[in-house]
């Protein structure tokens, strides 16, 4: 099971054009959509030098990537 963080892009839309960041085991990816078909929960973490960040957390077998025209999406499965 792989841990999964998502949370608001606060970059968007004056830096990026993505909404979301997915945060695979610490690993980000910038994403427009995410679709979640596990249970999830709310969580906090602190991060030095920016301070609190909240997420929708779940765990999950199988994160997939879409690459659409003018759209990225993530399915959390």
């Not at 973490?45 to 025209?69: R, V, Y």
Request: glycine share 4%.
């Amino acid at each position: 099971m792989k841990k999964v963080d998502i949370r608001f892009n606060t970059n968007f839309p004056i830096k990026s054009q993505y909404e979301w960041r997915v945060l695979v085991d610490g690993l980000e990816t910038l994403v427009n959509n995410v679709r979640i078909e596990t249970p999830c929960h709310t969580t906090s973490t602190f991060i030095e030098g920016q301070g609190m960040k909240w997420h929708l957390s779940t765990e999950a077998n199988n994160i997939d990537f879409t690459i659409l025209p003018n759209n990225k999406q993530a399915t959390i499965k």
